[in-house]
């Protein structure tokens, strides 16, 4: 048994991959006040928090086009192929994502830029106060992935997934990484196009394997990265290197992290993280050996815990885990057997 409903592994939009073809269906599409679009601004989007459940402040192209208009433009255009969209507002990126049931067509319209991580710390305007978000739909108010990707519905959830991760593949990689050159979106923002070389770029997906490593006496292996704030643990993980198996992966990294060998290492199941391009795989790795010796580079600390004295290092605050988003927070709660509660908030 898999683990189910990870909370940004649910979608309901269909791609319709197919249409990505059409000659000018990014135009078309914003010429059409039925198309639905989402705005987003590096990992957010906006979101109307009124209901219980949050969803997406999702407008017509019009709206999107007046709301955008006041946000920097990137440092480049980026139109299609032929150049600038036709109604797409200049230095911003729009991409396709797909139809619902009825048959609506989904836009995303997104201001590229290189992701968080990348960027650096935004410069305080007038009297040093940080600068203001750009402008939202009535009633809705920007809202990162991280935060809201477990409280979203279904659709809402694979929406936004797709569009953060569409949003930062554009930012990251708008020249050629053949001769250097500007690329230009093509196939409905699905590529893009190097007009100097002629080489085709498509989205990267990162593969990283994150897993709960479980000894004989049925304790689970918790780390604590360098640069996270004290108390925070959560599962390990890393990224698998060419050339290798994921179960090879998750043994290289339990080794090399925590000094502690695995055996057998079994699929629990999987989530995009388009932070800015991964895509998490996950395990339940069974311990061979149990002392731990941290490399002090990736983990700063890392330790075993039994059900018992994890709930109450929960309870007393002595923990922190990561966010009910991640597949990391799923993978404990497999192993523990239920929900767990902590003050643990957003994970960064």
């Known amino acids: 048994m898999t683990l189910k409903r990870l ?38 989007a906006p979101v109307l928090q009124a209901a219980a459940t949050p969803r ?24 299609s192929a032929d150049g600038q969209v036709a109604g797409q507002p200049a230095g911003q990126v729009a991409a396709f994502l797909g139809e619902d049931a009825s048959g609506r067509s989904y836009l995303l319209l997104a201001d590229p830029r290189p992701p968080r991580g990348a960027q650096p710390a935004p410069a305080p305007v007038g009297d040093g106060a940080a600068p203001a978000d750009p402008p939202a739909p009535g009633g809705a108010v920007w809202r990162d992935l991280r935060a809201v990707g477990h409280l979203l519905d279904d659709t809402d959830a694979g929406i936004m997934t797709c569009a953060v991760g569409l949003a930062n593949w554009h930012g990251a990689h708008r020249r050629c990484a053949r001769c250097g050159a ?64 994921l179960e090879a992966a998750v043994r290289r990294e339990v080794a090399e992290e925590a000094g502690v060998t695995v055996g057998e290492v079994v699929y629990r199941g999987s989530q995009p993280w388009p ?28 330790r075993w815990w039994t059900r018992e004295e994890l709930a109450l290092d929960l309870a007393t605050g002595e923990v922190l885990l990561p966010p009910a ?23 960064r």
């Open 7 to 44: 909370a940004l592994s649910r979608a309901t939009l269909d791609r319709a991959a197919h249409r990505r073809a059409e000659t000018d269906l990014v135009g078309r599409l914003l010429a059409d006040q039925a198309t639905v679009v989402l705005l987003v601004d590096g990992d957010r």
């Open 56 to 79: 997406l402040a999702l407008v017509d192209p019009q709206t999107a086009r007046r709301l955008r208009a006041g946000i920097r433009a990137g440092d480049s255009a980026c139109g």
């Open 182 to 245: 500007g690329t230009e979106p093509i196939q409905a923002g699905w590529a893009r196009a190097c007009p100097s070389c002629g080489t085709e770029h498509y989205p990267r997906t990162d593969p990283a394997v994150i897993m709960a490593v479980v000894d004989g006496a049925d304790r689970i292996l918790l780390g604590r990265q360098a640069r996270w704030p004290e108390k925070r643990f959560s599962t390990l993980a890393g990224f698998v290197e060419p050339g290798e198996s």
């Open 275 to 302: 932070f800015p391009s991964s895509l998490m795989l996950g395990f339940r790795a069974q311990a061979e050996t149990t002392e731990v010796i941290v490399d002090e580079v990736e983990l700063a600390q890392a």
């Open 325 to 347: 988003v991640s597949i990391a927070r799923r993978l404990i709660e497999d192993w523990y057997g239920g929900p767990l509660h902590d003050a643990g908030g957003v994970w």
